[in-house]
């Protein structure tokens, strides 16, 4: 059966539309994908892409600038992406920006957000490599709250297992809360402890005003201090010293005297261990004393003998006369 005129032509348009719509479509995703327009690429490393895909959008400061053209596994701790970026963005990108990974929103593809530097060094060139920061995945913020949890619920028994003890009045907690009389004993503890603080308080500022008074000169280490008193006790110190050896020297004549006595040497020995001549010194001292009572005796009787009285009497005469002048 041959195809009529309009059939041919309904057929034409359906071609001609798909067409049109596959070039609008092409050009549309080719334009987001910056597959037409002037483009340059950039290089970063990861060590965990967390799901990136070839063709995910690259933001910088949150503006779509490019796509991800490469994904490559270097080593096992390295991956290397391959960036499109606008040419005409190239001069905002500087060496030491920033590229993460992260999502398009709570449960959108992953994209990469280039992150401006905050120095002033020189912008990228086409081929270079900017530096990476790999965030906290998802993953590692589960077992982190997997880790907090089981760490809560055992803290959680804990505390459940100390207020038991404290409603059941054991320990010291429960004892402080339940007992009256040792909750007045501790606050008046720590009442003579505030007290026994403000005296400690003055003793110290007494101190200081002692240590403070050290440096005057009215006192002992105050003087002290003073230069010419310090040489003049140096020199009795010295005096004191010379002193010392001289009355060494003495101590040591009168042990060798002493000693000398001890042996038999010198007088003092003699009438000290001799009892005969100690008694007769005693009888020499008795005779002269006797003597001596003779002699005043015979002088008396002269005075009053006929032949001496008249020279007696001229001595009192000249006697009294020079006491009279």
Do not use: C, W
């Not at 994209?111 to 590692?140: A, H, M, Y």
């Amino acid at each position: 059966m041959e195809k009529t005129t309009t059939q041919k032509i309904k057929l034409g348009l359906f071609v001609i539309i798909g067409l049109i719509i596959f070039i609008l479509t092409t050009y549309l995703i080719g334009d987001k994908q910056k597959m037409f327009g002037k483009t340059n690429h950039l290089e970063t490393v990861f060590t965990n892409v967390n799901g990136l895909q070839i063709g995910n959008n690259v933001r910088y400061s949150g503006v779509n600038v490019g796509t991800v053209r490469a994904i490559e596994m270097v080593n096992d701790t390295s991956i290397k992406v391959d960036m499109i970026i606008d040419k005409n963005i190239f001069k905002h990108i500087r060496k030491d920006a920033v590229a993460t990974i992260g999502s398009d929103g709570l449960v959108g593809s992953m994209i990469i957000n280039i992150i401006p530097g905050k120095g002033l060094k020189p912008t990228v060139e086409p081929g270079d490599k900017i530096p990476s920061f790999d965030r906290i995945r998802t993953d590692d913020i589960l077992n982190t709250l997997s880790k907090t949890n089981k760490n809560a619920a055992t803290l959680t028994e804990n505390l459940l297992k100390i207020t038991a003890d404290i409603n059941q009045k054991k320990g010291a907690v429960g004892l402080l809360i339940s007992d009256i009389e040792m909750a007045k004993d501790l606050k008046e503890t720590l009442h003579y402890l505030k007290i026994s603080g403000m005296e400690t308080s003055k003793s110290v500022t007494n101190l200081n005003k002692l240590i403070i008074s050290l440096d005057s000169k009215n006192n002992v280490i105050g003087i002290l201090k003073d230069t010419a008193v310090a040489n003049k006790i140096k020199n009795i110190v010295v005096n004191l010293d010379k002193s010392s050896t001289e009355i060494d020297k003495v101590v040591t004549n009168l042990n060798k005297t002493v000693l000398n006595i001890k042996e038999g040497k010198g007088a003092i020995n003699y009438l000290a261990n001799d009892p005969n001549l100690v008694q007769n010194i005693d009888s020499t001292m008795t005779n002269i004393n006797q003597a001596s009572k003779r002699l005043n005796q015979n002088l008396e009787a002269l005075k009053h003998n006929f032949l001496l009285r008249g020279y007696f009497k001229k001595q009192e005469k000249a006697k009294l006369k020079e006491q009279k002048k």
